[in-house]
């Protein structure tokens, strides 16, 4: 069940990009992975604006990774917009971030964050944090089934 | 985190808490689950109520497992007094319910959930289950913190 499941990236660091596309094809996971470099073309993919209005070839994803700190739209603003959009209520958010500074974290949850996490050091950790992620919100979670925009 | 993560499982039905436990034993190690069974005693647990005041063997939880179906004050009603309280507002609270309806995902997603599972009906379901949870929630997730 839900084998095909986008997962969609929110990252504009091309390293850190790089690393996670890495991750999920060494993890062996079927679900495509679409990345957004900051949060207005994340916005787009949402809202299904310009290109991103073929779903076949950008489908609604039920989890995002989200990093707070990106150029013109911060993590925090997507956040933001999330919860001014319950269209989107049934995606899952994991913010994924190297701050692990309380503040960034409480504002995060306060938010509407489902979960935090640190990025990790080095790709053998990134590949674990893969694995957890998939293993919980692709396999056991129950997504809420969200209208095809 | 320098103490063992804790647990709390709000579920009224026996068999399925005792599913939930076994899977625990067995996946997390170490890591204790607590047990109430309905929404009122929830509240008098997580607010440490009578002898829930004994920290030492009823610790605060980092996860809340809730089932919706619930005597006394549904998983519904629990979650909105979670999230009105200035303590508790950012605790996860993951929904562990037998309904497939849409709608409840949808009002346990309103009401602040941070995830829906769909509880597994057999042992090897759960074992999967509840694992992958632990993996996630408590190996992978930085956890808010609740106090502030």
């Given at each position: 069940?839900?084998?095909?499941?986008?997962?969609l990236?929110?990252?504009?660091?091309?390293?850190?990009?790089?690393?996670?596309?890495?991750?999920?094809?060494?993890?062996?996971?079927?679900?495509?992975?679409?990345?957004v470099?900051?949060?207005?073309e994340l916005v787009a993919y949402l809202q299904g604006d310009?290109?991103f209005?073929?779903?076949?070839?950008y489908?609604l994803p039920?989890?995002l990774?989200?990093?707070?700190?990106?150029?013109?739209?911060?993590?925090?603003?997507v956040?933001?917009w999330l919860?001014?959009h319950?269209e989107h209520?049934?995606l899952?958010?994991?913010?994924?971030?190297?701050?692990?500074?309380?503040?960034?974290?409480?504002?995060?949850?306060?938010?509407?964050?489902?979960?935090?996490?640190?990025?990790?050091?080095?790709?053998?950790?990134?590949?674990?944090?893969?694995?957890?992620?998939?293993?919980?919100?692709?396999?056991?979670?129950?997504?809420?089934?969200t209208?095809?925009a | 985190?320098?103490?063992?993560?804790?647990?709390?499982?709000?579920?009224?039905?026996?068999?399925?808490?005792?599913?939930?436990?076994?899977?625990?034993?067995?996946?997390?190690?170490?890591?204790?689950?607590?047990?109430?069974?309905?929404?009122?005693?929830?509240?008098?647990?997580?607010?440490?109520?009578?002898?829930?005041?004994?920290?030492?063997?009823?610790?605060?939880?980092?996860?809340?497992?809730?089932?919706?179906?619930?005597?006394?004050?549904?998983?519904?009603?629990?979650?909105?007094?979670?999230?009105?309280?200035?303590?508790?507002?950012?605790?996860?609270?993951?929904?562990?319910?037998?309904?497939?309806?849409?709608?409840?995902?949808?009002?346990?997603?309103?009401?602040?959930?941070?995830?829906?599972?769909?509880?597994?009906?057999?042992?090897?379901?759960?074992?999967?289950?509840?694992?992958?949870?632990?993996?996630?929630?408590?190996?992978?997730?930085?956890?808010?913190?609740?106090?502030?």
């Open positions: 069940m839900m084998e095909q499941s986008t997962v990236l929110a990252e504009d660091d091309p390293d850190d990009v790089l690393l996670t596309r890495l991750a999920f094809e060494k993890a062996r996971l079927a679900n495509p992975l679409q990345v470099r900051d949060g207005v310009g290109r209005s073929d779903r076949n070839k489908p039920i989890l990774l989200l990093d707070l700190k990106m150029p013109r739209m911060t993590g925090f603003q956040l933001e919860r001014n319950p209520q049934g899952s958010v994991a913010i994924m971030t190297s701050s692990d500074q309380d503040p960034d974290i409480s504002r995060a949850y306060d938010l509407g964050a489902d979960s935090y996490l640190i990025k990790p050091p080095d790709a053998e950790a990134l590949l674990a944090l893969v694995q957890r992620l998939h293993a919980y919100w692709v396999i056991v979670d129950h997504p809420l089934e209208c095809p | 985190m320098a103490r063992t993560p804790a647990i709390l499982l709000v579920e009224d039905n026996p068999d399925d808490a005792l599913l939930v436990s076994k899977a625990a034993q067995a996946t997390l190690a170490g890591i204790p689950v607590s047990i109430v069974t309905n929404g009122a005693e929830a509240i008098r647990y997580l607010q440490g109520d009578g002898p829930y005041a004994e920290r030492a063997l009823h610790p605060f939880p980092d996860i809340i497992l809730l089932d919706l179906n619930l005597p006394l004050m549904n998983g519904f009603e629990v979650l909105h007094w979670i999230r009105s309280q200035a303590g508790l507002k950012r605790l996860p609270v993951i929904v562990l319910s037998g309904s497939l309806l849409p709608e409840d995902t949808q009002r346990a997603y309103e009401a602040g959930a941070n995830s829906y599972l769909v509880k597994p009906v057999d042992l090897s379901g759960m074992l999967q289950t509840i694992k992958n949870m632990g993996d996630f929630w408590l190996r992978g997730t930085r956890l808010p913190d609740a106090t502030d």
